[in-house]
């Protein structure tokens, strides 16, 4: 009996509830959040090529709105949201390394997560070769770490694990691939307490986004599978050939990236404005060059190129270029979509040439040139199992991922989103420092 009354009283205690249930609304609101955030990017970007090709002379639109917008985006994050540039990710990670709120909270809160939706959104307004995935597992991190706060729970790094993977799960529809890409990507500090906070997170969000846009394959459904030895040499060259490009692609990223913070540390703001503008320059360029098809996510490309139609011969290269200008002039938003379509594009072409099929060879390409930018070769087969449906090719799409790391280790030591998220940290380290020297020069001797 006594044992029963104690039962009882714990299942009855609100304050054993109230924890997991600030933590399971705040994993059905990364769902919610993400596929909103999901319309509102498609509205925008459907919005801004409905602008650029209204009129006789409208595609030159992208020659004024897209510096002006890259300028003012970059604006805006570093002076009203500081640390919301760039795809969100690298934030996620740094966060999960510090230990104290107040330096997880520069980089991971409920405004930043407002700014990031709203720039990103500004970003592909403005034509922005950018994607909203990376964005939201940032948004997803900076919520269920709110969440900690607010249920006073103790797990703050596992919360931020397990929304960023909620983010990944909702944003994509791909719950497998939001799970493995915590376990491979973000945690590579990995506790296994944080299963079933991750698993969890995972399953509500994924439940509302599932209540909000039904079931639906990202990329839709295909089923070409490798069975000839011209398709098995496609696995090869797009394994070997997208690592290549995706390790070149992170490896000028990183080195850029550099460059342009010590050129513009004396004058930071003004300097990053001239950047920004540049690049968006340079983008809307590229993109009336190109009759548009590098503007925004590259989304309808890579999905023309999974149902069989080639893309142009050199589109992957000049996606690649809009993709990392974007990158480089330092606005929020992501590459995991524009990266997708480099690879679909880059695998299309080699099918071409080859002769083989154009639909394996976009998704192989996927898979290795993905690969190869985030050296996460899980995470790169599981995602593009899950947004295809394709089932036939999973042995030809895992060589692929694997080959495509492999390539891309020995040409660039150092992932992509870990290389970015050392920036953070150590800015993170400067800010605690100068409190302390600063705390100390105001205590009274």
């Given at each position: 009996?006594?044992?029963?009354?104690?039962?009882?009283?714990?299942?009855?205690?609100?304050?054993?509830?109230?924890?997991?249930?600030?933590?399971?609304?705040?994993?059905?609101?990364?769902?919610?959040?993400?596929v909103?955030?999901a319309?509102?990017?498609?509205?925008?970007?459907?919005?801004?090529?409905?602008v650029?090709?209204?009129?006789?002379?409208?595609?030159?639109?992208?020659?004024?709105?897209?510096?002006i917008?890259?300028?003012?985006?970059?604006?805006?994050?570093?002076?009203?949201?500081?640390?919301?540039?760039g795809?969100?990710?690298?934030?996620?990670?740094?966060?999960r390394?510090?230990?104290?709120?107040?330096?997880?909270?520069?980089?991971?809160?409920?405004?930043?997560?407002?700014?990031?939706?709203?720039?990103?959104?500004a970003?592909?307004?403005?034509?922005?070769?950018?994607?909203?995935e990376?964005?939201?597992?940032?948004?997803?991190?900076?919520?269920?770490?709110?969440?900690?706060?607010?249920?006073?729970?103790?797990?703050?790094?596992?919360?931020?694990l397990?929304?960023?993977?909620?983010?990944?799960?909702?944003?994509f529809?791909?719950?497998?691939?939001?799970?493995?890409?915590?376990?491979?990507?973000?945690?590579?500090t990995?506790?296994?307490?944080?299963n079933g906070?991750?698993?969890t997170?995972?399953?509500?969000?994924?439940l509302?986004?599932?209540g909000?846009?039904?079931?639906?394959?990202?990329?839709?459904?295909?089923?070409?599978?490798a069975?000839?030895?011209?398709?098995?040499?496609?696995?090869?060259v797009c394994?070997?050939?997208?690592?290549?490009?995706?390790?070149?692609?992170?490896?000028?990223?990183?080195?850029?990236?550099?460059?342009?913070?010590?050129?513009?540390?004396?004058?930071?703001l003004?300097?990053?404005?001239?950047?920004?503008?540049?690049?968006?320059?340079?983008?809307?360029?590229?993109?009336?060059?190109?009759?548009?098809?590098?503007?925004?996510?590259?989304?309808?490309?890579?999905?023309?190129a999974?149902?069989?139609?080639a893309?142009p011969?050199?589109?992957?290269?000049?996606?690649?270029?809009?993709t990392?200008?974007?990158?480089m002039?330092?606005?929020?938003?992501?590459?995991?979509?524009?990266?997708?379509?480099?690879?679909?594009?880059?695998?299309?072409t080699?099918?071409?040439?080859l002769?083989?099929?154009?639909?394996?060879?976009?998704?192989?390409?996927m898979?290795?040139?993905?690969a190869?930018?985030v050296?996460?070769?899980m995470?790169?087969?599981?995602i593009?199992?899950?947004?295809?449906?394709?089932?036939?090719?999973?042995?030809?799409?895992?060589?692929?991922?694997?080959?495509?790391?492999?390539?891309?280790?020995?040409?660039?030591?150092?992932?992509?989103?870990?290389?970015?998220?050392?920036?953070?940290?150590?800015?993170?380290?400067?800010?605690?420092?100068?409190n302390?020297?600063?705390?100390?020069?105001?205590?009274?001797?």
């Amino acid at each position: 009996m006594k044992m029963l009354r104690r039962t009882r009283v714990v299942w009855g205690n609100w304050q054993v509830w109230k924890p997991r249930a600030i933590f399971w609304t705040g994993a059905l609101a990364v769902g919610v959040i993400s596929v909103a955030f999901a319309k509102m990017a498609d509205w925008a970007q459907h919005l801004f090529f409905s602008v650029t090709s209204s009129g006789t002379w409208a595609f030159l639109l992208p020659l004024l709105i897209t510096p002006i917008g890259f300028a003012l985006c970059a604006w805006l994050s570093i002076k009203v949201f500081p640390n919301s540039g760039g795809s969100g990710i690298p934030q996620a990670i740094a966060a999960r390394h510090f230990h104290e709120d107040e330096d997880r909270s520069r980089l991971l809160s409920l405004k930043l997560a407002f700014g990031k939706i709203i720039l990103t959104i500004a970003g592909l307004l403005s034509g922005a070769s950018i994607g909203r995935e990376g964005p939201t597992v940032q948004v997803g991190a900076s919520i269920m770490l709110q969440a900690a706060r607010l249920g006073g729970m103790a797990q703050a790094r596992g919360l931020i694990l397990a929304g960023s993977a909620a983010g990944i799960a909702a944003a994509f529809n791909t719950p497998l691939a939001g799970i493995v890409f915590a376990i491979e990507e973000m945690g590579r500090t990995y506790e296994a307490r944080s299963n079933g906070l991750v698993l969890t997170a995972v399953i509500l969000s994924g439940l509302a986004s599932l209540g909000l846009v039904g079931t639906y394959t990202y990329f839709g459904t295909s089923s070409v599978s490798a069975q000839t030895a011209a398709d098995w040499g496609l696995v090869l060259v797009c394994g070997i050939g997208g690592g290549l490009f995706g390790a070149v692609f992170s490896a000028f990223a990183l080195k850029a990236s550099q460059r342009i913070r010590r050129w513009s540390h004396s004058v930071p703001l003004k300097r990053m404005l001239i950047v920004a503008a540049l690049c968006g320059l340079a983008s809307a360029v590229i993109g009336v060059a190109t009759g548009g098809a590098t503007f925004g996510t590259g989304y309808e490309q890579a999905r023309s190129a999974i149902e069989g139609h080639a893309a142009p011969s050199f589109f992957f290269l000049e996606k690649l270029a809009a993709t990392f200008l974007s990158m480089m002039s330092g606005i929020p938003g992501g590459i995991f979509a524009p990266s997708l379509s480099v690879g679909a594009g880059f695998g299309s072409t080699v099918a071409s040439v080859l002769g083989t099929s154009i639909g394996l060879g976009a998704i192989l390409g996927m898979a290795g040139y993905f690969a190869g930018v985030v050296q996460a070769p899980m995470t790169a087969f599981v995602i593009i199992l899950e947004m295809t449906g394709n089932h036939e090719a999973l042995i030809p799409i895992m060589a692929a991922s694997m080959l495509g790391y492999l390539t891309s280790r020995m040409v660039s030591a150092e992932p992509l989103y870990h290389g970015l998220s050392r920036v953070f940290i150590a800015q993170g380290i400067r800010a605690k420092r100068a409190n302390r020297s600063g705390e100390e020069r105001h205590t009274p001797s």
